[in-house]
């Protein structure tokens, strides 16, 4: 019984906040907690019934006893007066015989005082004792309805400070990333698109320049032959 309060007792000194705060999965430890208290309280209430039990035994041993006490020594009683008008008759034989039946009596009762003595003793321990196992129970049942209480709080607070994590993690991962970088080799390509299409325009307006230049060319080599026509036919050129 003491190796249940004992342990029971460890519990109610824990300091559950810290460890619940450092616990995977605060919510599943709560319950556990609960459920292992819960049946180290059944274990205690049990062990608790017994020692009040053995109490009440030894109250109805030490009321028997008591009882014994008085009856025996009302016998005695008896005898002595039996004993004593014996006497008074001269029956010497009677009275002796009365004065040692009140001798026997007496030491019953003796006997039956002497018990009493050590039943009281026995139910002061234990009265005792079972004021202090009583006291610590309720002490138990009163922790456990605290941790029923605090469980939702507790599993409450674990859930925000897992979001509250995950928010982190996604602010850093965030700032971590530059979106403007893609942006940057967009506009690389774009830019390069850009020049390719002027390049390409560049290329195009410089053939039909050329083409235009060569009609000119041949325009300018179509006149020299005129003139030289001319020159030969002996007639200037007008």
């Given at each position: 019984?003491?190796?249940?309060?004992?342990?029971?007792?460890?519990?109610?000194?824990?300091?559950?906040?810290?460890?619940?705060?450092?616990?995977?999965?605060?919510?599943?430890?709560?319950?556990?907690?609960?459920?292992?208290?819960?049946?180290?309280i059944e274990e205690a209430e049990s062990a608790v019934a017994q020692t009040v039990g053995n109490l009440r035994l030894a109250e109805d041993d030490l009321s028997r006893a008591q009882g014994e006490v008085s009856e025996w020594g009302a016998k005695a009683s008896?005898?002595?007066?039996?004993?004593?008008?014996?006497?008074?008759?001269?029956?010497?034989?009677?009275?002796?015989?009365?004065?040692?039946?009140?001798?026997?009596?007496?030491?019953?009762?003796?006997?039956?005082?002497?018990?009493?003595?050590?039943?009281?003793?026995?139910?002061?321990?234990?009265?005792?004792?079972?004021?202090?196992?009583?006291?610590?129970?309720?002490?138990?049942?009163?922790?456990?309805?605290?941790?029923?209480?605090?469980?939702?709080?507790?599993?409450?607070?674990?859930?925000?400070?897992?979001?509250?994590?995950?928010?982190?993690?996604?602010?850093?991962?965030?700032?971590?990333?530059?979106?403007?970088?893609?942006?940057?080799?967009?506009?690389?390509?774009?830019?390069?698109?850009?020049?390719?299409?002027?390049?390409?325009?560049?290329?195009?307006?410089?053939?039909?320049?050329?083409?235009?230049?060569?009609?000119?060319?041949?325009?300018?080599?179509?006149?020299?032959?005129?003139?030289?026509?001319?020159?030969?036919?002996?007639?200037?050129?007008?």
């Amino acid at each position: 019984m003491s190796d249940i309060l004992g342990r029971v007792g460890n519990i109610l000194r824990a300091n559950l906040n810290d460890m619940l705060d450092n616990a995977e999965d605060p919510e599943k430890m709560i319950d556990q907690l609960v459920r292992d208290y819960t049946n180290d309280i059944e274990e205690a209430e049990s062990a608790v019934a017994q020692t009040v039990g053995n109490l009440r035994l030894a109250e109805d041993d030490l009321s028997r006893a008591q009882g014994e006490v008085s009856e025996w020594g009302a016998k005695a009683s008896a005898a002595a007066q039996r004993a004593s008008a014996a006497t008074a008759a001269g029956n010497t034989a009677e009275a002796t015989r009365f004065d040692e039946l009140a001798k026997a009596a007496l030491r019953q009762q003796i006997s039956y005082e002497n018990r009493v003595k050590v039943l009281q003793d026995q139910v002061a321990q234990q009265t005792i004792l079972v004021d202090q196992l009583k006291e610590g129970l309720n002490g138990m049942r009163a922790k456990l309805e605290e941790l029923r209480l605090k469980r939702d709080e507790l599993a409450a607070r674990a859930k925000m400070a897992d979001a509250q994590r995950q928010v982190q993690e996604s602010v850093k991962n965030i700032n971590a990333y530059d979106p403007t970088s893609d942006l940057g080799r967009y506009e690389d390509k774009i830019r390069k698109d850009e020049a390719m299409a002027r390049g390409m325009a560049e290329v195009s307006a410089s053939s039909i320049d050329a083409q235009f230049e060569a009609l000119d060319d041949a325009s300018e080599d179509a006149e020299i032959e005129v003139r030289l026509a001319s020159l030969k036919g002996g007639s200037s050129p007008s």
